[in-house]
Each structure stands twice: as structure tokens, then as C-alpha cells.
């Protein structure tokens, strides 16, 4: 039983997101994500981790397939 | 785990869209001389490489003298999943801080050092991912999560390209490799995406990987 328990956990761990449709793109603070073929977003870039100089997220940074995408640009850039 | 880490022939930079900052162009320049004279090479890709490695507390094994690897080559070609000798000549593979190279460092006739460099920064991004008690469980369990920690390693594979040549290899073509790694078409379209993501911050001379940085700060050094 203990083991069914732990199998659930781990199970639950591995499988919770907050259901996005593949391939949407998003900033969630500083960070760019993209919803994964899961409907969990991934975070690709941390924009505070970029270097050098400093860099933030911006939803609109270019157009990918017709729809506006979001990625990390140097601060002041994202118009 | 065998099919962990895979780069599947040396990477290709091909023509960058955006002109690099200055910072960018004074390494590229360096580099640039460095080739042309053929002074560069040995003695500071040597340097280049130490550093990554000691960094990342990682070492480098080459494939073809390690038991291990020849048993895992054995075992997946006589279960057909792939062919030994294309198992140990193609395949880089990562094992916690174990790199497996199908090369021999720092022989340039097979592939270029700028390349091996490239690798050796795909691979290094796994080492800390190793260090994550649920990593196994996440690569092995969901194409999802496998498609994300290969995408961190080409994002790294992508920055090193861009400092060491200037460019950008075709993106399509880094991301349909993780059809080699089980990840489904789905995965693959995402993947392209997100690389396109990080070619926007690369181009603009931007690097958030931590082979990146490492590596970036030792060519500036």
C-alpha cells in the first residue's frame, strides 16, 4: 500500500501543470516560457540571468508562425 | 539513459540574421585572426576546454576506451536498437559528471575544435541536471520533460556557436534531433520554438546557460 502511496506522490510530482496549449509562449515575471506538448510551461530563458548588461521579458519581442512570442531582450527594447 | 545525450554529427553555424554587439564582434575578430593565422587552435582551445571542464568539475572519456560504453554498444545492437559501431562513433553521452566523446579531443581532422567546443558545452549542461534527484524519473517518464532538458543542452550548444563562429546553425535542424531521443513531433515543434526563443536573446549577444557564461568569460579572459 505504502508503495501504491509513493507511486501516486511521484506520479503527482511529475504530472501537475496548469494546462496551456502547446507551443502558446508567455512571461511569467522575468522569465520566458513556452507551454510544452504537455500543456505545462517550461521556462526557456530567466531574462534576470542573462548576460551581459540587463535583460527583461517581452511578450511581443518578435513574430513566430504570425503570432507575437514572447523572449528575453535588453532592458528598454521591448516597445 | 544510453540515449541521454546525443549530437548526432558535428554542428553546422550557418549564417547569424542580426548584426552581434560590439562585445560579440571583438571575440569573434579575435577568433577570426586566431583561425586565419593557424595560431589559434591547439593552445587556446586547450584553455578553453580546461576551463569548461574544471568549472563543471566534469571529465571527459573517450567512448571507444571505456568498458562501459562498449558493453551499452554491445547490448543496443544486439537488441537492434542501433547499430555498435554508429553507437560509438556518433553518440555523445553524459553520465552525472562523466562526459563520453565519440572523438578524440582536440583532433581536429573529423571535427573542427570550434565544434568540440560546441559539444563540450551541450554535454556540460547535464552535468547539474544530473544533480536533481528526479531528473532520471522526469527524462525517462514524459517526451515533455526529456524535450526540455535537451532544450537547455542545444540552447547552451546554440550560445557556444554564436561566440566561437559568429552564427547560428538552422534551428529546424537542432530541434528534429530529439526525434533520436524518443520525443514525439509534438515535442519537436516546441523545441524549434523555443530555440527560436533563445536566438533572439543569442543574437542580441546574450547568454543565460551556465556553459555559456563560463565559457564567454574565459574567451574574454
Given at each position: 500500500?505504502?508503495?501504491l502511496?509513493?507511486?501516486?506522490?511521484?506520479?503527482?510530482?511529475?504530472?501537475?501543470?496548469?494546462?496551456?496549449?502547446?507551443?502558446?509562449?508567455r512571461c511569467?515575471?522575468?522569465?520566458a516560457?513556452?507551454?510544452?506538448s504537455?500543456?505545462d510551461?517550461?521556462?526557456?530563458?530567466?531574462?534576470?540571468?542573462v548576460?551581459?548588461?540587463?535583460?527583461?521579458?517581452?511578450?511581443?519581442?518578435?513574430?513566430?508562425?504570425?503570432a507575437e512570442?514572447a523572449?528575453?531582450?535588453?532592458?528598454?527594447?521591448?516597445? | 539513459m544510453s540515449?541521454?545525450?546525443?549530437l548526432?554529427?558535428?554542428?553546422?553555424?550557418?549564417?547569424?540574421?542580426h548584426?552581434?554587439?560590439?562585445?560579440?564582434?571583438?571575440?569573434?575578430?579575435?577568433?577570426?585572426?586566431?583561425?586565419?593565422?593557424?595560431?589559434?587552435?591547439k593552445?587556446?582551445?586547450?584553455?578553453?576546454?580546461?576551463g569548461?571542464?574544471?568549472h563543471?568539475?566534469?571529465r571527459?572519456i573517450k567512448k571507444?576506451?571505456?568498458?562501459l560504453?562498449?558493453?551499452?554498444?554491445?547490448f543496443?545492437?544486439?537488441?537492434?536498437i542501433?547499430n555498435?559501431?554508429?553507437?560509438?562513433?556518433?553518440?555523445?553521452?553524459?553520465?552525472?559528471?562523466?562526459?563520453?566523446?565519440?572523438?578524440?579531443?582536440?583532433?581536429?581532422?573529423?571535427?573542427?575544435l570550434?565544434?568540440?567546443?560546441?559539444?563540450?558545452?551541450?554535454?556540460?549542461?547535464?552535468v547539474?541536471?544530473?544533480d536533481?534527484?528526479?531528473?532520471?524519473?522526469?527524462?525517462?517518464?514524459?517526451?515533455?520533460h526529456?524535450?526540455?532538458?535537451?532544450?537547455?543542452?542545444?540552447?547552451?550548444?546554440?550560445?557556444a556557436c554564436h561566440?566561437?563562429?559568429g552564427?547560428?546553425p538552422p534551428?529546424n535542424e537542432?530541434?528534429?534531433?530529439?526525434?533520436?531521443?524518443?520525443?514525439?513531433k509534438?515535442?519537436?515543434?516546441?523545441?524549434?520554438?523555443?530555440?527560436?526563443?533563445?536566438?533572439?536573446?543569442?543574437?542580441?549577444?546574450?547568454?543565460?546557460?551556465?556553459?555559456?557564461?563560463v565559457l564567454?568569460?574565459?574567451?574574454?579572459?
Open positions: 500500500m505504502k508503495y502511496i509513493l507511486a501516486l506522490l511521484v506520479w503527482s510530482l511529475v504530472s501537475c501543470h496548469d494546462d496551456c496549449d502547446p507551443e502558446d509562449t511569467s515575471g522575468n522569465m516560457q513556452i507551454c510544452a504537455d500543456g510551461w517550461q521556462t526557456v530563458d530567466n531574462c534576470s540571468l548576460e551581459p548588461g540587463e535583460w527583461e521579458c517581452c511578450e511581443w519581442a518578435f513574430i513566430y508562425e504570425d512570442t523572449a528575453c531582450i535588453p532592458l528598454g527594447e521591448c516597445e | 540515449r541521454h545525450i546525443l548526432d554529427g558535428p554542428i553546422q553555424c550557418l549564417g547569424g540574421q548584426s552581434p554587439p560590439k562585445e560579440v564582434i571583438r571575440i569573434i575578430n579575435k577568433y577570426s585572426k586566431i583561425k586565419k593565422d593557424e595560431t589559434m587552435t593552445k587556446e582551445f586547450k584553455r578553453l576546454w580546461n569548461l571542464l574544471t563543471f568539475n566534469a571527459v571507444s576506451d571505456d568498458e560504453m562498449e558493453a551499452i554498444a554491445s543496443l545492437d544486439v537488441l537492434k542501433q555498435r559501431e554508429a553507437f560509438l562513433n556518433n553518440w555523445a553521452i553524459t553520465l552525472r559528471h562523466n562526459i563520453y566523446l565519440p572523438f578524440t579531443v582536440g583532433d581536429d581532422s573529423k571535427i573542427t570550434e565544434e568540440q567546443l560546441i559539444v563540450l558545452c551541450h554535454e556540460l549542461t547535464h547539474p541536471q544530473w536533481d534527484p528526479l531528473f532520471v524519473l522526469r527524462y525517462v517518464s514524459s517526451t515533455a526529456r524535450a526540455e532538458e535537451e532544450t537547455e543542452a542545444l540552447i547552451a550548444g546554440l550560445e561566440l566561437l563562429i552564427a547560428l534551428l537542432e530541434a528534429v534531433k530529439l526525434k533520436a531521443y524518443g520525443c514525439k509534438a515535442d519537436i515543434k516546441v523545441v524549434e520554438k523555443a530555440l527560436t526563443m533563445a536566438s533572439i536573446k543569442i543574437e542580441k549577444g546574450g547568454v543565460s546557460t551556465e556553459a555559456g557564461k564567454r568569460k574565459l574567451m574574454l579572459s
